[in-house]
């Protein structure tokens, strides 16, 4: 029974670059305007333990987990490329004005024998995990429209503040919910199929089409910081490649009904695919 699939997405947009070929992404957009970075300096505690922080070098092993976790989710999910998990991406860096560092405690200057746990500084917020970082790269990665970042930073009003695990409760139940939504289309479509005697016509690929029920606040919350409200993007515009102009096919894996795409990528209309 063949219920055929749907292409891979194509996307032109300034604020990331995709690398379909080597499964890269690479986020151009910022909201850092003025870097803090934690001091390295070392401390010592009450209890005698001493602290410090160490800036993770990009190839660490630390660096490569986060960046790696943050990619997958943000291209599996996010974009939706590849659902079926089979291909691996990863960040080639973190976004302008971000980054990784590893707090240390242990019983020495050289030895982190109690612990030792990644933070991103960026944004003028502290990441405590990849799932904290991966709704703020995604809003980033859209444009930053206002109001609409998901992440538990981003909500501070009391009667929108959002708590990192009910954030990953309702990603892990939406996120199934377009898997089956998904599956059954892609049945019913093939019921059709077989009903008229049709062959398979594989839809057209989406431009610019990202999954943001998912990862976004659909209803743009209001103002509640000077920042929020002077918030602009800082970005260098780079593409991966010139992309080419497809009309949505009526049966692709996702609508701008379902998941709403922003006007300021409505009009996008060029002549080459990024993914070649």
Same mark, same amino acid.
């Given at each position: ?12 947009? %300034?604020?990331f ?23 390295e300096d070392?401390?010592?505690? *009450?209890?005698?333990?001493?602290k ?5 070098p990009?190839?660490s092993? !630390? ?9 997958? *989710?943000?291209?599996?999910?996010f974009l #939706? ?9 990863t ?7 971000y ?10 200057? !050289? ?36 109001? %609409? ?17 009910? #954030?990953?409760?309702e990603?892990?139940k ?7 939504? %998904?599956? %059954?289309?892609r ?13 398979? *016509?594989?839809?057209?690929? !989406? ?8 990862? #976004?606040?659909?209803?743009p ?14 970005? !260098? ?34 002549t080459d695919?990024?993914h070649?």
């Open positions: 029974m063949n219920l055929g699939h749907d292409p891979e997405p194509i996307f032109s947009v %300034r604020y670059t995709l690398d379909y070929e080597h499964s890269r992404i690479t986020i151009h957009a910022t909201d850092t305007r003025n870097p803090t970075r934690p001091s070392t401390r010592e505690t *009450e209890k005698g333990f001493i410090w922080y160490r800036q993770e990009l190839e092993p !630390t660096s490569r987990f986060w960046r790696r976790h943050i990619g997958n *989710e943000l291209a599996h999910k #939706l490329l590849d659902p079926s998990n089979r291909r691996e991406f960040l080639t860096d973190f976004p302008p004005g980054y990784l560092y590893t707090h240390h405690v242990g019983s020495g200057s !050289t030895h982190d024998d109690i612990r030792h746990d990644g933070y991103i500084f960026g944004g003028g917020h502290k990441f405590r995990s990849t799932k904290e970082a991966l709704y703020h790269f995604a809003w980033l990665m859209i444009g930053m429209p206002q109001g %609409r970042c998901k992440c538990v930073y981003d909500t501070p009003s009391s009667d929108t503040h959002r708590h990192q695990g009910r #954030l990953n409760k990603l892990k939406k996120w199934s919910e377009f898997l089956n939504n %998904r599956a %059954r289309r049945f019913l479509d093939f019921q059709k199929r077989e009903g008229h005697q049709l062959p398979y *016509e594989p839809p057209l690929a !989406t431009i610019n089409v990202f999954n943001e029920d998912c990862f #976004l606040i659909n209803d919350l209001p103002s509640t910081t000077a920042q929020t409200s002077s918030m602009q993007p800082s970005i !260098t515009p780079q593409l991966a490649g010139p992309s080419r102009a497809r009309a949505a096919h009526p049966h692709s894996s996702i609508t701008s009904t379902q998941y709403p795409i922003s006007s300021r990528f409505a009009a996008v209309s060029r695919s990024p070649g």
